[in-house]
């Protein structure tokens, strides 16, 4: 009896006819990935309700087979049917998936043929079980498709994955980043590389793989991993970055060339507002460094009126890869012009729909004197005994121009009442417009919150840039494992960079100016941690900022 005319599973498709006959072409078995899932689970916060319901869509997005160049270098998909079904029964699932995992050749098999799908030239043909093609003739074709020739396919041969010994394979958009950087740099010989991926998506890690890959193809050997604040140094360098033996983090301004990776940020390297003129990054020559990454790189370093923009000018002959989950297009400053167009874009939407990071809902509120204003009487005076310029003043004053102390009681009455209904224990971020207002805000929330105030001084603290105490608690607020701090306010500090994997409720008191800055802060809650019960945040904004930066690649529930 045949296959065709048994009862015979998808399973035994597999087994008795694709992998024989891709075995019979010279794949071997590690190059094979087999039911890889391409997307996580998905989490939908219910309506009304503060918790959510996962579904799960990782049985509907796992190809049968990846077939693979070396590590983690996707050629093809094959996709397996049943008997009863054709190979055409598959070929659109096959299609869908290698377009997902940016391949050239979709196939589809229910043990009778093969049908092949070449997806830039849109050419299909049938293929007898035992004509599939080998891995060399796979890579060759890929090479001619993508106009690479025989010298950089030998580079990207060499252009291996690090892998680790829990075997971690990438997910399937951080390969898509790694494997065209990679690319782009060694055979299209691009000097720019700008990637834009969501926070929470895995930028340090993909850093670090597209740093290994160059290395191993010895297209580079000295990086420099340039931030602008301390913390992104520190993340890197003790996480993804840690398999590299050769770490070296510039300090004191001074550069050891004892090294070949090497961590700094721009304000020391230039001499930042104490010593301006001082330049350090000028103790190494100009082509010193092959390649460098410019982490958060909306941050001021493509601005042309920058002090930062000298050091990767200083430096034009490095290879430059820009990253960002929110490039800036201002005048002057974009990263676009700087960069290029984007070689690889992942939007927070697409990374809540492929489950990989955590749906929101905003709640919006609006106090009485933020819809109507407010105006002295005659002769009023501030707490100082200063007479108050009579006017009306809006919501963009309260907090810097006035402050408003039954406002911050309210706003705190407000949080609080909310964090009653989320749970006291809720990681909390409180956005404010000044170090001054989050000051305010931090003794308005101790006021309302004297119970847990009382159990933990640390229940709310101020994370500012002049409030040293509250900085020192910030790797236990942003710890998976430390309950204590709880509440935070803050201005700026922690907008960008800051792993805050747990916060599950974002207060925005700030009136935020533009689109980069609101998706950074966005960004502060999008982490999933399903371990610690995190899987979805609030926006509790009182400063209609959600409104004004409406942006379809952002994926609310309101």
């Known amino acids: 009896m045949s ?29 094979m990935l087999l039911e890889y899932s391409l997307k996580a689970d998905r989490y939908r916060i219910v309506p009304g309700k503060n918790f959510t319901i996962r579904n799960d869509q990782g049985r509907r997005t796992k190809p049968d087979y990846i077939l693979f160049r070396g590590v983690n270098r996707p050629l093809a998909v094959v996709e397996a049917k049943r008997a009863g079904k054709t190979a055409r029964d598959g070929l659109d699932q096959a299609i869908a998936y290698a377009k997902l995992l940016d391949v050239p050749f979709a196939y589809a098999s229910a043990g009778e043929m093969f049908l092949e799908y070449e997806l830039p030239t849109g050419t299909l043909r049938e293929l007898a079980m035992d004509a599939f093609p080998s891995s060399d003739e796979l890579w060759k074709r ?57 926070t929470g998506t895995g930028k340090t890690y993909t850093a670090f793989q597209i740093i290994w890959r160059l290395r191993k193809a010895g297209v580079v050997r000295n990086v420099l991993y340039l931030a602008d604040r301390n913390q992104l140094v520190e993340q890197a360098m003790t996480g993804d970055f840690a398999p590299f033996r050769s770490m070296y983090k510039i300090r004191d301004r001074a550069i050891d060339r004892n090294y070949e990776i090497y961590f700094g940020l721009y304000q020391q390297l230039k001499g930042g507002d104490q010593d301006p003129m001082m330049e350090y990054y000028r103790q190494v020559p100009a082509d010193y460094f092959d390649l460098i990454v410019v982490d958060e790189c909306h941050r001021g370093s493509a601005d042309e009126k920058s002090s930062w923009r000298d050091i990767l000018e200083y430096f034009s002959s490095a290879v430059q890869i820009g990253m960002t989950a929110t490039p800036s297009e ?13 070689l690889f874009t992942y939007s927070l939407k697409q990374g809540i729909e492929d489950g990989f990071l955590a749906p929101y809902q905003v709640v919006s509120v609006h106090l009485d004197k933020d819809v109507t204003g407010w105006e002295p009487e005659e002769g009023e005076v501030d707490v100082y005994g200063n007479p108050v310029p009579r006017r009306l003043y809006t ?58 105030m009382a159990e933990d001084e640390r229940y709310v603290v101020r994370m500012t840039a002049d409030d040293p105490q509250g900085c020192a608690l910030y790797h236990d607020f942003t710890s998976v494992n430390r309950s204590y701090p709880v509440v935070v306010t803050t201005s700026k500090l922690l907008t960008t960079g800051a792993n805050t994997k747990c916060v599950k409720l974002i207060v925005l008191d700030s009136n935020i100016r533009s689109m980069t800055e609101f998706k950074q802060i966005i960004g502060r809650g999008t982490r999933l941690v399903p371990d610690a019960d995190k899987t979805f945040f609030t926006i509790l904004d009182f400063r209609n900022a959600c409104a004004l930066f409406h942006d379809p690649d952002r994926k609310s529930v309101v």
Request: charged share 25%.
């Open 3 to 31: 296959l065709r005319q048994s009862h015979a599973s998808e399973e035994d498709t597999k087994v008795r006819f694709i992998t024989p006959a891709l075995l019979k072409a010279g794949w071997q078995t590690k190059q």
């Open 142 to 198: 890929w090479c001619a498709l993508r106009g690479v020739d025989a010298g950089d396919a030998a580079v990207l041969e060499k252009a291996q994955y690090h892998t680790s010994g829990d075997a971690m394979t990438p997910r399937y958009y951080q390969m898509q980043a790694i494997n065209r950087t990679v690319d782009a740099v060694v055979a299209g010989h691009r000097r720019r590389v700008l990637l834009v991926m969501a």
């Open 395 to 452: 919501l963009n004053d309260f907090d810097r121009t006035l402050e408003i102390k039954g406002r911050t009681r309210k706003v705190a009455e407000v949080v609080t009442s909310y964090l009653q209904h989320l749970g006291r224990m809720s990681k909390t971020i409180i956005f404010c417009t000044t170090q001054r207002h989050a000051a305010s805000v931090r003794d308005a929330m101790r006021e309302c919150n004297r119970d847990m």
């Open 330 to 342: 201002r005048e002057g400053a974009s990263n676009l012009d700087y960069f290029g167009a984007p």
